[in-house]
Nanobody, 114 residues
Framework: QVQLVESGGGLVQAGGSLRLSCAASGWLFSINTMGWYRQAPGKQRELVAI???????NYADSVKGRFTISRDNAKNTVYLQMNSLKPEDTAVYFCYTFVGSAYWGQGTQVTVSS
């Protein structure tokens, strides 16, 4: 059974930083592309960043230069380091992978105050 559990969200002032973690279990983590998505109130879920099994990354234009996705295959964990946070980054952040079908974590709330 594939499970994704996010942690690390919270309330932070604009300009601050947060680090999200996603602990994965239930399959061979190291072979999968992992992603972070976010969904703000009243908006569609959007891709934030992805990382392939060999460490290649891609980012949404809105977070390039501020967010960094990384993974630790030994710990079955993917991270999202978020710096220079802006109020428009406020959203629920979800961890994602595809193992035969799409799997999502429960989400973690990130709130950036101005």
């Amino acid at each position: 059974q594939v499970q994704l559990v996010e942690s690390g969200g919270g309330l932070v002032q604009a300009g601050g930083s947060l680090r999200l973690s996603c602990a994965a279990s239930g399959w061979l983590f190291s072979i999968n592309t992992m992603g972070w998505y976010r969904q703000a109130p009243g908006k569609q879920r959007e891709l934030v960043a992805i990382i392939t099994n060999n460490g290649r990354t891609n980012y949404a234009d809105s977070v390039k230069g501020r967010f960094t996705i990384s993974r630790d295959n030994a710990k079955n964990t993917v991270y999202l380091q978020m710096n220079s946070l802006k109020p428009e980054d406020t959203a629920v952040y979800f961890c994602y992978t595809f193992v035969g079908s799409a799997y999502w974590g429960q989400g973690t709330q990130v709130t950036v105050s101005s």
